[in-house]
């Protein structure tokens, strides 16, 4: 790649990140438009659902530190220069320390970080239901609804944004600008969560009125303008208007979701041709949410072919065994892992949308593969992309032998996957449960309560897992309640044991299934399950000497030191570098990447610390093997050359 300015460079690579979906059975009350879609299992709202003690929830608490160390002000910043809204603001622009990064007055995608915090705020208010978290986020609603009515005095009819209106005249004349919509996107669906989650009426004030504005901003288009606008990345706005027309039932708002319809993309999905090679991978998996949304909301057939093919496309020929997929943000050639095992895989983005999009599949069906990639794809990428130490979290999880994780630093990057960051971490209730009209599917093994106030019950999950694979549940009800659980069978493990009240159940289901426990339940009933974990290897899908090793869900790194690492590369800033691809690991000439073991016998091979959880040594090798999830702050072998002991 030819280097170029920041900017130019940026909007040739410019990636995509989507806010929460409204998922089949949130939010009643709040949805006016019926599901017309065939739906098995519905979703429970995060605010059913609270977290214990867990890596999770460690996670959740440094995440809301960061965002509450944001001041209202700062997030407003680039929104009131834009509008020219300072007028009568204590201490007025000066007073401000601006954000940099993305976040800079001279970034086109200045605005999005906003838009996730308020999504961000809306998940941990509904996850803990702390004041702290609806407080702040009715100050930024406030604050850009003041914006709004400036911009609306000086005739911008509605329209709201941290950058001026010329940035969308330039986009629907074909003329070179980053994604207006992208960011637009952002803050529209950070509204829409606000109103869902927060019960604030004023942010779904102002984005019906911005909706307005893009209603009459668009519809004069002509088709040629309309190809030639979304030509450019547009987020999933389209979504995001689906999801408004499900809470208003405005048509204009259900026309300007079909106004995103992107032809040349969505078309040859629904034809079967899956050459996604050199795609931009996160600009088509939101536009395939959308089309998850339009079946959800009109029985749209075609809609869920494309959402179900296109996933099963992706799984199939671009994923790699953590879960996560692309090479520079794009896709790679399908069935070619092993020739793309670089420091620029799997961008974080790609994965938090494909585990949305993972959500609508799974409500459809409840078909428990759904559920078995999204355990995978947390654990391996979600989960580890933050930093324990700070808080900070990677735009990559490079699989070149001898990378290492490089963080965002708190007030200078606001890329794109510091925006789903903020959302990532916030919403770990989202799919450990499920439920039909009867009954409950457990699929995560995270602990955690749910509470089932429509059918009087709460559930509490306790569990070590991944430390161990035993998991209790523990029922309580005001009294005896008909309700069959589905227990995920996951697709990694063998010989599970089910209990309830200390008696053994049979098993007859195999891995990848569910296994159904239907009886009356009483308060303090308890289903105890043990879910064995083993060794096993993943191999790339061209090369079955090319393998990561597994246990259970989890993938095995080798710990490989820090030698050759620069003392401010974890926290340094690649992605503000002349060239958006050129961050040098400076990986040792003598880095181990090759083993010698028997497949077929890993036990033989790889034994298990007798001190330290989860951790294994290869015998003989001098390897240390940790779950990718937990290393941080040094260099790992995810992938290894297997040669025959």
């Not at 007055?105 to 961000?120: A, F, K, N, V």
């Not at 207006?180 to 004030?205: E, F």
């Not at 699989?399 to 789903?420: I, M, Q």
Request: charged share 20%.
């Amino acid at each position: 790649m030819k280097r170029i300015s920041l900017f130019l460079l940026l909007l040739s690579c410019c990636i995509l990140i989507d806010a929460q979906s409204i998922y089949p059975g949130q939010h009643e009350g709040k949805i006016t438009q019926p599901l017309q879609g065939e739906i098995k299992a519905y979703a429970f709202d995060l605010k059913d659902i609270r977290l214990l003690e867990s890596p999770f929830k460690e996670n959740m608490n440094r995440e809301s530190g960061w965002i509450l160390s944001l001041g209202v002000d700062r997030l407003l910043h680039s929104f009131r220069t834009s509008a020219g809204a300072w007028a009568g603001l204590e201490g007025g622009y000066s007073a401000v320390k601006k954000l940099g990064g993305w976040e800079s007055l001279d970034c086109e995608l200045r605005g999005h970080t906003t838009g996730h915090i308020m999504s961000g705020l809306a998940y941990l208010y509904a996850s803990t239901g702390d004041e702290v978290y609806k407080m702040k986020s009715d100050s930024i609603v406030k604050g850009l609804a003041e914006v709004q009515d400036v911009l609306l005095a000086n005739g911008h009819n509605g329209y709201l944004s941290a950058y001026p209106e010329n940035l969308i005249n330039r986009n629907i004349a074909g003329q070179r600008v980053w994604a207006p919509w992208y960011t637009l996107h952002k803050i529209y669906s950070g509204l829409i969560d606000q109103y869902l989650y927060c019960d604030n009426r004023q942010a779904l004030d102002v984005i019906t009125q911005t909706a307005k504005w893009a209603y009459d901003k668009l519809s004069p288009l002509s088709e040629e303008q309309r190809r030639l606008m979304i030509r450019n990345e547009f987020g999933g706005v389209n979504e995001a208007f689906y999801n408004l027309y499900s809470i208003t039932g405005n048509p204009d708002h259900k026309k300007l979701a079909e106004f995103f319809y992107h032809n040349d993309v969505i078309d040859p999905l629904a034809e079967g041709k899956d050459d996604l090679h050199f795609k931009h991978a996160n600009t088509f998996i939101p536009k395939v949410i959308a089309e998850a949304r339009n079946y959800e909301l009109s029985a749209n057939e075609r809609s869920k072919g494309i959402a179900e093919f296109f996933w099963q496309t992706v799984i199939d020929h671009q994923t790699y065994c953590t879960g996560g997929n692309s090479h520079k943000e794009k896709f790679i050639h399908s069935d070619k892992i092993s020739e793309y095992l670089t420091g620029y895989t799997q961008e974080t983005c790609n994965t938090n949308n494909m585990l949305k999009l993972t959500r609508h599949l799974f409500a459809y069906g409840a078909d428990p593969k759904y559920a078995d990639f999204y355990e995978r794809a947390l654990y391996n990428h979600i989960l580890g992309q933050q930093d324990p130490n700070s808080g900070m979290v990677a735009y990559f999880l490079p699989l070149l032998p001898g990378a290492h994780k490089v963080y965002s630093t708190p007030e200078n990057s606001f890329w794109c996957c510091v925006g789903t960051g903020f959302e990532n971490h916030a919403k770990y209730g989202e799919a450990i449960y499920y439920h039909t009209d009867h009954a409950l599917y457990v699929n995560l093994f995270i602990p955690s309560e749910l509470n089932w106030a429509a059918k009087g019950v709460k559930v509490r999950q306790e569990t070590r897992f991944p430390e161990d694979g035993k998991v209790t549940l523990t029922i309580q009800a005001d009294g005896p309640v008909k309700m069959p659980v589905n227990l995920r069978y996951p697709v990694w493990a063998k010989n599970v044991e089910v209990k309830v009240n200390g008696k053994k159940i049979s098993v007859k289901q195999k891995p990848s299934s569910y296994m159904l426990v239907d009886r009356t339940w009483n308060d303090g009933d308890k289903i105890e399950i043990n879910y064995p974990m083993s060794l096993h290897m993943a191999e790339a899908n061209d090369n079955p000497d090319k393998c990561a090793i597994m246990y259970g869900p989890l993938v095995l790194a080798g710990a490989m030191g820090t030698e050759g690492m620069e003392a401010p590369a974890p926290f340094s800033d690649p992605h503000l570098h002349n060239d958006y691809y050129t961050y040098d690991y400076h990986v040792p000439a003598n880095l181990k990447t090759g083993l010698a073991l028997d497949k077929k016998k890993l036990a033989q091979y790889i034994q298990p610390s007798e001190t330290e959880k989860l951790v294994f040594y290869v015998v003989n090798e001098n390897v240390r093997l940790e779950p990718i999830h937990k290393i941080h702050h040094q260099r790992y072998v995810v992938y290894w050359d297997l040669a025959k002991d």
